[in-house]
């Protein structure tokens, strides 16, 4: 993703800095996709794994990364709380 978009996001709701996903992180939030415990923010679970995704600073918001575009729609955002191996940075 291009460094200067990515430094000109920021999530929705928050309004708190965005930045890319680490790979532990990433598979922490597939096992909960897999498992069907991602929750995402219309209160569905997410059903398709990630390739690439966004964090907020806080590491509570996930937003996916579709084909290097990021879809910053709070209803699509997944909630890190009660994801096994999430932890904050």
Do not use: W
Not at 57 to 78: C, S
């Amino acid at each position: 993703m291009d460094r200067k978009l990515l430094d000109l996001l920021v999530c929705p709701t928050t309004r708190q800095p965005l930045s890319i996903l680490d790979d532990a992180g990433l598979k922490a939030v597939n096992a909960a996709i897999e498992a069907g415990t991602a929750v995402r923010g219309d209160g569905n679970t997410q059903a398709a794994p990630l390739q690439q995704a966004l964090v907020t600073r806080d590491r509570r918001t996930v937003y996916r990364v579709d084909d290097g575009i990021p879809v910053l729609l709070a209803e699509d955002a997944i909630a890190t709380h009660g994801i096994e191996g999430f932890g904050a940075a």
